[in-house]
């Protein structure tokens, strides 16, 4: 069955030529969901796009005839992000493929917005860092965060997405050094030093434009290549683990070990997100079980360095537990090691631990929020999940410092029954509402969420961002419905 | 609620539990595995190489397709049957699959092309065309049964007992089209003084019909075929066609979701299932074998899908490579469960012949790269793929298969 109209259709294949344009309901139905609770909505076309050119004429083509334009790479966000809220074109940027450049000297890369972190990593593992050909180290690294590795490097960035290095340099959208990005009403604009020479080598000390497309879920344009900053692997990593009897007791030792910047990451899971698979429906954790479990990741360029990170460690884990604070040692899985240090891992990838049990739904309230808010909502959100049946399968990670980081719950649920699908939709709500007062703020936020949000958002904030919205796409085609204001 | 099954006639419906595990991540959508040197990242499905769209591409696509189909929000069209039997199902996305429908992956592809067979859609024509014929002659090039044994050069059929330990399966490819893998084949076997013989009745082992969901015309075939080892009071099938190995040894013995146990009974349980890699590799290892000659060629090797990935046989064709003299062996960048199928499979080298051969020359390409002078596999049906690619695109390449390789060089001690 098709849909759509055969004149919109016909232009489509005009622009990219007819084998990479459908209205088939065969070839649109994958772009209808994914893997949350979002109701499946049906698309009118799908169309592959492999030039800027090509972007530029359908988002031509689409603004003329406000029909509403939907970015999509891999579909992975966990957050109902493409799923065509009202129908429309949805631009499959697989096809734009690219890495562009990578500058050994320089450290940094331009990609195109179907690179996958697979693709990604093999790149930056086979290029040295160096200078004028005298190589210093083997390998670049850049922020590989808990994702399939066919998902999009770019996607992932410009939506504030995690990496490994978030406790060293901070979450991935902060690794951005340039862009290119194709407005609503299709001019092609460049973004930082980019704008001005061939160097992708910073946004700085130009006004920040590249932040009217991160953040903004694919609602202000289409960002068609992206520079990104990338680092050399250190040769050296461990993993350094503790588990603690509480929130309290795991945010009190991370926020103590992050104070001194020694690591790449912290990461606390709670006893039911430490569970192969993740435990569905819930049940207690054994009563002689820690609470939280936490790994950190340390790196560095010598056995001295890791030595000295690991020793400043213990002096942290030995005064928390002189102070009464209730940590104990643990020693990490050689398996879940291998897959923190041989990044990016498809271990850590994987969703293997989310389907065992349950319907094939995953999502979550996930969310950025500041340390010392974790312990409290941890709490709050494990009584609101116990209470739909669902585990408090939470992670805390820091960013950057112990001044925020991601609280987030994974929840899977079953998809095949519509009391579960409501039960955990009306619990990560809740939770989002619960958040919000103690500083919490969803990330990839599906509708319900934003919902959430601006029903309590400062007035001037919703002005702005409807402003800027109605500026940069004044027929609001794009991703329509996803940030709740339009 | 659209996550309800509501097309419970449906065959996929029959696992739909599994289908339903899907988390939708794309895992399966492209193949990579870390490692401490270079992390191992390409694209594995031939599918969504070519056709691009999320529909085609890895088992996401189709497990997208499944459950909208059982869910009742799209229905069976032209479009969907092109989804369904444009997939070689070579289970690369299986591979990369982590979660538990995994091992289910294939059979859905076949319980959807069972269900197509029974809506009004365009089934590819040359498939419909050997369907309507393999009843008659038991093979689906639409030769006639009579002349299946007529490849054997008198002087091996004149030394075959009617009985042996072991029957040689030869396959339908081997028998009507590269009749030089079975004669090398029959030649090697007497070498090493294998107690084998060829049976004139038969049949096609039934790949085609199971990779395409032709299962009730299956049935007659899986049946006919598991009645020979008593008949010939043999132990043991030996085949050099990947596609016989892998249907012999899984579908007719397994249950779901690995063979088809469940809709035909366990077959074979007393028969041993060996392919000609593997009986090498056994009798190198022991020693009872030994290489009289050289082969001073450079040599790469295509793992068939069916051997491979769906059956787990990665080292004995290797084993063998790299124990002959002057052989130079070299990988491709996409080997073993990394592997980039042929094209052929799950009907799609009858079905859509041009896409099958597009996708073998971009295979043989690869093969190119490595510096190879020969590209070798052990399936005739590869072998004809790669063959005719190679001679399409004027690729300096030779194919020859492994058992053409060994059996001028080898001999039991």
């Given at each position: 069955m098709a849909r759509g109209n055969h004149e919109v259709l016909a232009t489509l294949e005009q622009i990219v030529g007819a084998d990479f344009v459908s209205n088939e309901e065969a070839n649109l139905q994958p772009y209808t969901w994914d893997m949350t609770w979002a109701e499946p909505r049906m698309p009118d076309y799908v169309v592959m796009p492999k030039t800027v050119t090509e972007v530029q004429r359908i988002l031509r083509l689409a603004n003329h005839r406000k029909i509403p334009v939907i970015p999509y790479t891999n579909g992975t966000n966990i957050g109902g992000l493409c799923v065509p809220e009202e129908g429309g074109i949805i631009i499959d940027l697989k096809r734009m493929d690219q890495i562009l450049n990578i500058d050994p000297e320089t450290c940094y890369a331009v990609i195109e917005p179907g690179v996958s972190h697979a693709a990604f990593s093999a790149a930056l593992k086979a290029t040295n860092p160096q200078w004028k050909g005298q190589e210093f180290s083997k390998g670049f690294d850049?922020?590989?965060?808990?994702?399939?590795?066919?998902?999009?490097?770019?996607?992932?960035?410009?939506?504030?997405?995690?990496?490994?290095?978030?406790?060293?340099?901070?979450?991935?959208?902060?690794?951005?050094?340039?862009?290119?990005?194709?407005?609503?009403?299709?001019?092609?604009?460049?973004?930082?030093?980019?704008a001005y020479s061939d160097s992708w080598h910073s946004f700085l000390p130009l006004p920040r434009m590249d932040g009217l497309f991160t953040g903004w879920l694919g609602t202000t344009g289409i960002v068609t290549k992206l520079g990104v900053w990338i680092f050399p692997i250190r040769p050296y990593r461990d993993v350094l683990s503790v588990s603690a009897a509480s929130a309290e007791d795991i945010t009190k030792y991370m926020v103590h070990w992050r104070h001194y910047s020694l690591c790449d990451e912290v990461t606390a899971v709670s006893w039911w997100l430490a569970q192969?698979?993740?435990?569905?429906?819930?049940?207690?954790?054994?009563?002689?079980?820690?609470?939280?479990?936490?790994?950190?990741?340390?790196?560095?360029?010598?056995?001295?360095?890791?030595?000295?990170?690991?020793?400043?460690?213990?002096?942290?884990?030995?005064?928390?537990?002189?102070?009464?604070?209730?940590?104990?040692?643990?020693?990490?899985?050689?398996?879940?090691?291998?897959?923190?240090?041989?990044?990016?891992?498809?271990?850590?990838g994987s969703t293997k631990n989310y389907s065992k049990s349950c319907g094939g739904g995953i999502a979550w309230p996930g969310t950025f929020a500041p340390c010392k808010s974790w312990p409290i909502l941890y709490e709050k959100w494990k009584e609101i999940y116990i209470r739909h049946g669902l585990s408090p399968a939470t992670r805390f990670t820091d960013y950057q410092g112990a001044h925020y980081g991601m609280l987030r719950c994974m929840t899977p649920f079953n998809k095949r029954d519509p009391a579960s699908v409501q039960a955990a939709r009306d619990a990560m709500v809740e939770c989002v509402r619960a958040g919000i007062p103690e500083g919490m703020l969803p990330y990839k936020p599906p509708v319900e969420y934003q919902n959430e949000l601006n029903a309590v958002a400062d007035a001037g904030y919703l002005y702005l961002e409807t402003k800027i919205k109605d500026m940069l796409d004044p027929n609001n085609i794009m991703n329509p419905g996803k940030l709740g204001i339009r | 609620m659209s996550h309800l099954l509501k097309n419970k006639n449906l065959e996929v419906a029959k696992i739909?539990?599994?289908?339903?595990?899907?988390?939708?991540?794309?895992?399966?959508?492209?193949?990579?595995?870390?490692?401490?040197?270079?992390?191992?990242?390409?694209?594995?499905?031939?599918?969504?190489?070519?056709?691009?769209?999320?529909?085609?591409?890895?088992?996401?696509?189709?497990?997208?397709?499944?459950?909208?189909?059982?869910?009742?929000?799209?229905?069976?069209?032209?479009?969907?049957?092109?989804?369904?039997?444009?997939?070689?199902?070579?289970?690369?996305?299986?591979?990369?699959?982590?979660?538990?429908?995994?091992?289910?992956?294939?059979?859905?592809?076949?319980?959807?092309?069972?269900?197509?067979?029974?809506?009004?859609?365009?089934?590819?024509?040359?498939?419909?065309?050997?369907?309507?014929t393999i009843g008659k002659n038991y093979n689906p090039y639409k030769e006639k049964h009579e002349k299946r044994l007529d490849w054997i050069p008198s002087s091996i059929k004149s030394s075959l007992p009617k009985k042996a330990e072991y029957i040689y399966f030869v396959g339908c490819t081997a028998s009507y089209r590269q009749k030089e893998v079975a004669i090398a084949t029959a030649k090697m076997l007497q070498k090493l003084k294998v107690d084998f013989t060829i049976v004139d009745d038969e049949w096609c082992c039934a790949s085609p019909l199971l990779r395409t969901g032709q299962y009730d015309i299956a049935k007659d075939f899986v049946e006919h075929n598991s009645a020979l080892p008593d008949k010939y009071k043999a132990s043991a099938f030996i085949t050099t066609c990947s596609g016989c190995y892998r249907t012999l040894s899984r579908d007719y013995k397994m249950?779901?979701?690995?063979?088809?146990?469940?809709?035909?009974?366990?077959?074979?349980?007393?028969?041993?299932?060996?392919?000609?890699?593997?009986?090498?590799?056994?009798?190198?290892?022991?020693?009872?074998?030994?290489?009289?000659?050289?082969?001073?060629?450079?040599?790469?090797?295509?793992?068939?899908?069916?051997?491979?990935?769906?059956?787990?046989?990665?080292?004995?064709?290797?084993?063998?490579?790299?124990?002959?003299?002057?052989?130079?062996?070299?990988?491709?960048?996409?080997?073993?469960?990394?592997?980039?199928?042929?094209?052929?499979?799950?009907?799609?080298?009858?079905?859509?012949?041009?896409?099958?051969?597009?996708?073998?020359?971009?295979?043989?390409?690869?093969?190119?790269?490595?510096?190879?002078?020969?590209?070798?596999?052990?399936?005739?049906?590869?072998?004809?793929?790669?063959?005719?690619?190679?001679?399409?695109?004027?690729?300096?390449?030779?194919?020859?298969d492994i058992v053409q390789i060994i059996e001028p060089i080898v001999k039991r001690k």
């Open positions: 850049f922020g590989w965060g808990v994702h399939p590795a066919s998902a999009s490097v770019l996607a992932m960035a410009i939506n504030h997405g995690i990496g490994h290095l978030n406790g060293r340099i901070g979450v991935n959208s902060q690794l951005l050094t340039g862009m290119e990005v194709v407005l609503p009403t299709a001019e092609v604009c460049k973004l930082g030093s980019c192969i698979p993740i435990v569905f429906p819930y049940h207690d954790k054994p009563k002689d079980a820690p609470e939280f479990y936490s790994y950190s990741v340390i790196t560095g360029w010598s056995q001295e360095e890791l030595d000295y990170k690991r020793k400043i460690w213990k002096q942290v884990v030995d005064q928390e537990k002189a102070k009464g604070t209730k940590l104990f040692d643990f020693e990490y899985p050689p398996e879940a090691k291998r897959g923190r240090t041989e990044l990016p891992s498809r271990i850590v | 739909y539990d599994y289908v339903s595990m899907c988390t939708h991540c794309g895992n399966c959508k492209y193949g990579y595995e870390y490692g401490s040197e270079n992390n191992f990242a390409a694209m594995l499905c031939v599918q969504g190489d070519k056709f691009n769209f999320d529909s085609y591409r890895g088992s996401r696509g189709k497990v997208s397709l499944a459950r909208s189909l059982m869910h009742n929000r799209i229905g069976f069209s032209d479009a969907v049957a092109h989804v369904l039997f444009t997939c070689t199902s070579c289970g690369a996305c299986q591979q990369m699959c982590e979660t538990d429908i995994k091992p289910y992956i294939l059979r859905m592809f076949e319980a959807l092309r069972a269900d197509a067979w029974k809506q009004n859609v365009k089934i590819p024509a040359n498939i419909k065309a050997w369907s309507d249950d779901a979701p690995e063979g088809y146990a469940d809709k035909y009974g366990k077959n074979l349980p007393n028969t041993k299932v060996i392919h000609t890699t593997q009986l090498v590799d056994e009798m190198l290892k022991k020693g009872e074998i030994e290489f009289t000659g050289k082969f001073a060629q450079k040599v790469t090797y295509h793992d068939p899908c069916h051997l491979g990935r769906h059956a787990e046989v990665y080292d004995a064709p290797r084993n063998i490579l790299k124990k002959v003299p002057g052989l130079e062996f070299v990988e491709m960048y996409r080997n073993q469960k990394f592997s980039f199928c042929c094209g052929a499979g799950g009907g799609v080298r009858g079905g859509f012949a041009d896409y099958s051969l597009e996708t073998a020359a971009k295979r043989v390409k690869e093969a190119e790269s490595t510096g190879a002078q020969v590209l070798t596999s052990a399936c005739p049906f590869c072998y004809t793929n790669l063959h005719d690619a190679i001679e399409m695109n004027k690729s300096p390449l030779k194919f020859e």
